[in-house]
C-alpha cells in the first residue's frame, strides 16, 4: 500500500478520527478497532498495524488525559503507582512480540474478556445495591485518614453526574497492580491500550467510580504505550506517513469523543464497555481458531 | 478550567505538558504530512536516524524526517510528564510518589535504550 496518496491518506485520517472517538468515550486507546481495521480493510502487515497503533493510543491518551487531569477526574498518584506495573509489562510483551504465536495470544485475549465483560454487566446492575456501601464509606474517609497504609495515599474525590464532589477510597491495589501487568503485557504485544483489562478491574476489584478508573487507564495508556514504542521504532515498524495520518486523525476523533462523553453518565459507559468487550472477545476468538484472514 | 480540590498546581503543570506536546507533535506531523502529499516522499525502511541526522534533514526539508520528529514528540510526551510528577511531586514533598515516578523514568528510559 502506498501510505502517501492522498487518496489512501484521508482514508486513513478516517479510520483513526473513528477510533479516536471510541478510544475517548470508552477509555481505551481505541487500539482494539483500530488494527482489525487496519489489517483487514487497508491490508496492512499486522507489524506494522501493532506499531501503529501503539504510537496512535499515546496520542490518544494524551489528548484525553490532558482534558481529564484539568477536571480533576484521572488519579494521578493511583495511575502513577501502577504504571510501574504497565510500564514493566509493556517492556516485556514489547520483546516477547517476536517470539510467542499471536494466535495464542489472541485466545487467551478472547478468554480474558468473557468473564470481564460478564463482570461489568453484573456490576452495572449492582451499582444501585451498592450505593449505601459506598455512601459509608465515604463517611469513613476522614476516620481512615489516620491509616497510613498506601492505599490510603491514593484515595481522591471525583466529581459525580449531579455535580457534587464525592470522595472514593482504593481497595486491594494488588489486584489492581497485577492486573496492570498483564494489560501492559498485552498493551506491549498487541498494540492495544490495555483498558479493556484496567477499568473493569479497577472498578470492579479496587471499588474506583467508572470515571475515574476510565480517565485513569486513560492517563496511563501513555506512558505504558512509550515504553514498548521504543522497542517498535528500534525495529522500524513504525512507518511515519502511515503513523502520522492514523494519529492526526485520532487527535480529531478524540476531540470529538470527548465532547460526547461529556454528556455520556457512567452507567450506559458501563453497558456499552460489557458490549464492547464481548465484540472484541469475539473477534479475537475467531481469528485465534481459524487463523488470520 | 476547573480542577480537583488537591493538588491543582500539579494537575496544572500536567495538563499544559500533555496539551503543549501533543499541539506540537500534532503541528510537526501535520506539516509534515502536508509536505509528504505535495513531494510524495517516502522513508527508507528501517529505524529513524539519530536526532542529529533527523533535524539536518528535517531542515533541509525531508518530509519522512519531519514526520519522524513529530512522532518521537508525541512518544517523548507521556515520559516528559512522568518527568513533571517526578519534580512536582518532590517539590510538594511527597517523596514516595516522586520515587515512585523516578522508577517509571527509569523503566521507560531502559526501554530507549533497549530500542
Not at chain 1, 152 to 173: E, F, M, N, S
Request: aromatic share 8%.
Amino acid at each position: 500500500m502506498n501510505y502517501t496518496s492522498p487518496l489512501n491518506v484521508g482514508w486513513l485520517v478516517l479510520a483513526g478520527a473513528g477510533t479516536g472517538v471510541l478510544g475517548a468515550l470508552l477509555g481505551t486507546g481505541g487500539g482494539v478497532f483500530l488494527i482489525p481495521i487496519l489489517v483487514l480493510g487497508f491490508g496492512i502487515p499486522i507489524h506494522y498495524a501493532i506499531a501503529t497503533s501503539i504510537v496512535s493510543v499515546i496520542a490518544t491518551s494524551s489528548a484525553v488525559a490532558a482534558t481529564n487531569v484539568g477536571r480533576g477526574t484521572a488519579n494521578m498518584r493511583l495511575g502513577m503507582t501502577l504504571e510501574c506495573a504497565t510500564t514493566l509489562g509493556a517492556i516485556l510483551g514489547g520483546i516477547v512480540a517476536g517470539i510467542l504465536s499471536p494466535r495464542l495470544l489472541e485466545g487467551l485475549f478472547a478468554l480474558v474478556l468473557v468473564p470481564t465483560a460478564f463482570l461489568m454487566w453484573k456490576g452495572r446492575i449492582e451499582t444501585a445495591a451498592t450505593a449505601p456501601r459506598q455512601a459509608g464509606a465515604n463517611v469513613e474517609l476522614h476516620s481512615a485518614a489516620r491509616f497510613s497504609s498506601w492505599s490510603r495515599k491514593l484515595d481522591a474525590v471525583i466529581i459525580d453526574d449531579t455535580g457534587k464532589p464525592r470522595p472514593y477510597q482504593v481497595h486491594r491495589l494488588w489486584a489492581g497492580l497485577l492486573v496492570s501487568l498483564v494489560a501492559g503485557t498485552f498493551s506491549g504485544l498487541l498494540g492495544v491500550g490495555g483498558g479493556v483489562f484496567k477499568v473493569p478491574a479497577l472498578h470492579l476489584l479496587c471499588d474506583v467510580p467508572m470515571k475515574a478508573a476510565a480517565a485513569t487507564s486513560n492517563f496511563m495508556i501513555g506512558v505504558t504505550a512509550a515504553a514498548s514504542a521504543f522497542l517498535y521504532f528500534g525495529r522500524g515498524e513504525v512507518r511515519p506517513a502511515l503513523t502520522a495520518s492514523i494519529v492526526l486523525g485520532v487527535l480529531a476523533g478524540s476531540w470529538i469523543g470527548l465532547l460526547i462523553n461529556q454528556r455520556t453518565k457512567s452507567r450506559p459507559l458501563q453497558k456499552a464497555f460489557a458490549l464492547l468487550l464481548l465484540l472484541v472477545a469475539v473477534q479475537m476468538a475467531v481469528r485465534s481458531t481459524f487463523g488470520r484472514i | 478550567m476547573k480542577t480537583a480540590p488537591s493538588q491543582p498546581r500539579l494537575t496544572t503543570w500536567v495538563h499544559w505538558t500533555l496539551s503543549g506536546g501533543v499541539a506540537l507533535s500534532g503541528s510537526t506531523l501535520l506539516a509534515g504530512l502536508v509536505m509528504t502529499l505535495a513531494t510524495g516522499r517516502h522513508a527508507a525502511p528501517g529505524p529513524p536516524p539519530d536526532w542529529q541526522s533527523l533535524f539536518t534533514q528535517a531542515l533541509s526539508g525531508d518530509p519522512p524526517a519531519l514526520l519522524f520528529i513529530g512522532l518521537l514528540l508525541l512518544v517523548g510526551t507521556p515520559v516528559l510528564r512522568v518527568f513533571v510528577l517526578a519534580v512536582g511531586w518532590f517539590i510538594e514533598r511527597e517523596h514516595s510518589f516522586a520515587v515512585i515516578a523516578l522508577v517509571v523514568l527509569a523503566l521507560l528510559v531502559s526501554s530507549a535504550l533497549l530500542g
